[in-house]
């Protein structure tokens, strides 16, 4: 079974740009995670979806960030636009979402965005 | 509001030795305890979880922890390393109530040596 598929692995933008990022959770998994992982530190959330619906969204900054989860399956992850303090790892993750209790996240090798 | 503190930012260890991770957390609630690894250029993967019941927990690739109520903490060790171990290890906690809400910690780098 495939695992969380993310893309792009890299990307280098310039700042003011704007970026995409794009996740396809496992089959079947019905809550969808976006992290941010800056250098050295842990993930924070900035997302999470049950199905399409935004269920805690409190850490995304929504001036210059937002993110879309049409028909429940894959995400998109969009700044716009960039500054040099987003650079940093962005991880996605899902999970079955049939207990929060027991769920298990499995997590995307996560894209690499360094803005200059 | 809840917060986790890994003691120790980076533990080097000779092959086959035993190693202990540590973590700390503070929560005014009833917590879940995580355990993950990242690998270079991966994602993380769960090592284990500590929902209720026995305080020792057993996980993957030969990893236990402990959770400690009283202390607060949730140590992570393994009796006998390899080198392949050699990882980053993220500490965990959520409320007792949502595991979707899960504060990490700043990850410990564990470095195994021959």
């Known amino acids: 079974e495939a695992g969380v598929v993310q893309s792009p692995r890299y990307k280098i933008i310039e700042k003011k740009q704007p970026v995409a990022f794009w996740c396809n959770p496992i089959?079947?998994?019905?809550?969808l995670y976006w992290y941010r992982q800056n250098l050295g530190q842990g993930p924070e959330l900035l997302i999470r979806y049950e199905n399409e619906e935004a269920v805690d969204d409190s850490q995304l900054p929504k001036d210059r960030f937002s993110a879309e989860r049409l028909k429940g399956v894959d995400s998109t992850l969009k700044i716009q636009p960039a500054e040099l303090g987003d650079s940093a790892v962005y991880l996605c993750a899902s999970s079955l979402g049939l207990s929060r209790g027991t769920d298990t996240q499995y997590f995307g090798p996560g894209t690499r965005l360094t803005v200059l | 509001a809840q917060s986790v503190t890994q003691l120790d930012s980076q533990v080097p260890v000779f092959e086959e030795a035993p190693v202990e991770l540590r973590c700390n957390y503070s929560s005014s609630v009833s917590v879940y305890l995580f355990w993950y690894v990242q690998y270079p250029n991966q994602g993380l993967q769960l090592l284990l979880k500590y929902l209720s019941g026995s305080t020792l927990v057993k996980g993957i690739n030969g990893f236990e922890a402990e959770f400690n109520k009283s202390q607060t903490s949730f140590h992570l060790r393994k009796p006998s390393v390899h080198i392949s171990d050699t990882a980053e290890y993220f500490c965990?906690?959520?409320?007792?109530?949502?595991?979707?809400?899960?504060?990490f910690g700043d990850g410990t780098t564990l470095t195994v040596k021959p």
């Open positions: 965990a906690v959520s409320p007792g109530t949502n595991a979707g809400k899960s504060t």
């Open positions: 089959s079947g998994h019905n809550t």
